[in-house]
């Protein structure tokens, strides 16, 4: 069979795009996929307890595009849900990002913000040019905070000393000096009602799109036929790894079920210091599912096992810059998504891009004109 278009993996970035190409465009698309399912790194399933669970680690929903936020409307229905961390710290379990109550707490005392802004200025040691992750944190809270909650989280994370990695790594975390203690600030703060495989399973049910789930595109691709090639599995393994292998981090994760209502006070508990792993995750604060039992996930570092981290580190972008050059000289082949460009994405970033490629492929002038007006009134 011909297809206009096979698309490689069916995650945020190929899905998108099946479902824009295929509906609006009426292309016939073939989506492959090596895993057993569709979705990417956002699957989620009812395991053997039937507790929603992610199967590769919590994946909360934000953003602040109306475009986006509008697009995925036309999949899911929302549930409210405005993402909290604990860093368990000193033996007692304290609001990250750093917030005002974290350090009253921590230290016991009792700072008003104007008082935890000087405070902020005498601890943080001023350096000339910020260009690690450490110096990030040194500079804006101390070096004691930096220990406490930055220090061995990044070296776990990433194998790596926060002052070998790039300053983007911890500018992502903010610090407050006021009492918010919610992990993102976007406009839109939701989790798909029921959950991430339903939303993509709507995205897909159109009779254009042909899935392929468990196979790999490189065992099957001289036998298929297509005008155009979209591919979002990594950049460097398309071109067999010819420049070298770029670099990423990956997880191992501990899937466990407890005989118990509420395992800790919100979703996510980050381990900063003890323990190998990073962090706990439990998924009924994101579903809010209720069960008699509660499923928990643990997050265990490290380098080798599926790509999901890139390292943000000079040398692997400019690796990555010779595999983007050979990529842009492919004839009718797009590469797209968080591995397809390497670069770490959220998802609300990915649908973005996939459907600014979209908008590329149709020759359209802007997003809202590729998300519909249609769908635009939806998201009201
Ligand atoms: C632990 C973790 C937590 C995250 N938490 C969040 C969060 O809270 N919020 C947020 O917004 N984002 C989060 N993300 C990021 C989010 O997972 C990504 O933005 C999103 O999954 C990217 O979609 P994608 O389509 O680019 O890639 P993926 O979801 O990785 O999909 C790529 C697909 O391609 C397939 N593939 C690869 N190679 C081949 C091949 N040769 N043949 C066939 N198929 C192939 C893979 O099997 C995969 O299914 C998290 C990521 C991780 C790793």
């Known amino acids: 069979m011909h297809f206009d278009f096979a698309i490689v993996g069916a ?17 016939k698309v073939l989506l492959i996929d090596k895993r057993p399912h569709i979705g990417g790194n956002a699957y989620d399933y009812y395991n053997e307890a039937g507790i929603l669970i992610h199967l590769y680690g919590p994946h909360i929903f934000h953003t602040n595009s109306p ?32 917030n005002l109550d974290t350090v009253n707490k921590l230290y016991g005392y009792n700072f008003t913000s104007e008082e935890l802004e000087e405070y902020f200025k005498s601890v943080g040691e001023p350096v000339e040019k910020i260009r690690t992750s450490e110096d990030v944190v040194v500079s804006q809270v101390g070096r004691d905070l930096y220990e406490k909650f930055f220090r061995g989280y990044t070296r776990k994370q990433w194998g790596l000393d926060p002052s070998e990695l790039d300053k983007m790594v911890t500018s992502r ?58 591919y979002t599995g990594p950049v460097d393994e398309y071109f067999d790894h010819c420049f070298g292998k770029l670099p990423y981090r990956s997880l191992r994760f501990e899937h466990k079920t407890v005989d118990t209502e509420q395992y800790q006070p919100v979703a996510v508990v980050n381990y900063p210091n003890d323990n190998a792993y990073t962090r706990i995750t439990e998924y009924k604060h994101l579903t809010g599912q209720e069960h008699p039992k509660t499923s928990i996930t643990f997050e265990y570092p490290q380098s ?20 983007k050059q050979l990529a842009e000289q492919q004839a009718n082949v797009h590469f797209v998504g968080r591995l397809g460009t390497y670069r770490y994405y959220n998802m609300d970033q990915v649908v973005a891009q996939a459907l600014t490629l979209y908008k590329k492929l149709i020759g359209a002038e802007s997003l809202e004109d590729v998300v519909g007006t249609k769908e635009k009134e939806l998201a009201k």
């Open 67 to 98: 475009d986006v936020f509008a697009y995925l409307s036309q999949f899911t229905e929302w549930r409210p849900y405005e993402h909290r961390v604990l860093a368990s710290v000193d033996g007692k379990l304290l609001p990250i990002p750093i």
């Open 304 to 323: 080798e096992g599926d790509p999901y981290y890139p390292i943000p580190k000079p040398e692997n972008a400019e690796l990555y810059q010779r595999y």
């Open 173 to 230: 975390i903010p610090t407050r000096t006021n009492r918010d203690d919610r992990y993102f600030t976007d406009q839109y703060q939701y989790m798909p009602l029921h959950g991430y495989t339903k939303m993509f399973e709507k995205m897909l049910d159109h009779p254009n799109i042909h899935l392929m789930l468990s196979t790999d595109f490189r065992e099957v691709k001289e036998t298929l036929s297509y005008d155009q090639l979209i």
């Open 11 to 27: 995650g945020y970035a190929g899905s998108v795009l099946a479902e824009r190409l295929a509906s609006q465009s009426g292309k």
